[in-house]
């Protein structure tokens, strides 16, 4: 049996992914809490795929405003014990300059802002996601 606080039995997952979550568990300062959790679900050769919106590499980590520096979260997820194989380019948006007045949720499909400046950001898009892949060692 599980408790409420793991994602599973110990060892039971072949797979975890998670999708522009990560900004929030270090918004709360849980995200070593989740990745421990997922580090136990995980099986020996288990796969973490991770989404988040990426902050520029400047700037002060983690990043703010929604956006984690891509070397902060692949540090943060290494040091649960997972270790960092491969990204893709999938999920970039080169148009975003990750620093709107409300942050990632000034871009579709929030608009935080309302309709100010609302075509620009239609124009923008998205935020800018690192697409992360790690596994269990």
Known sequence: MTSPSQFGADGSADMVLTFRNMHNWVGDHSEQEVLARVFAVLKPGG?????DHR??????????????REDW????????????????EINANPRDTTD????????????ALG????????AIGESDRMTLKFVKP
């Open 47 to 51: 796969i973490l795929g991770l989404v």
């Open 115 to 122: 309709d100010v400046d609302r075509a620009k950001y239609e």
């Open 55 to 68: 902050a520029k590499a400047d700037a002060v980590p983690p990043g703010a405003g929604g956006y984690l």
């Open 73 to 88: 979260v692949i540090a943060k997820v290494e040091k649960a014990g997972l270790r960092f194989v491969a990204k893709s």
């Open 100 to 111: 709107h007045l409300k942050g990632v949720w000034t871009l579709p499909p929030t608009y």
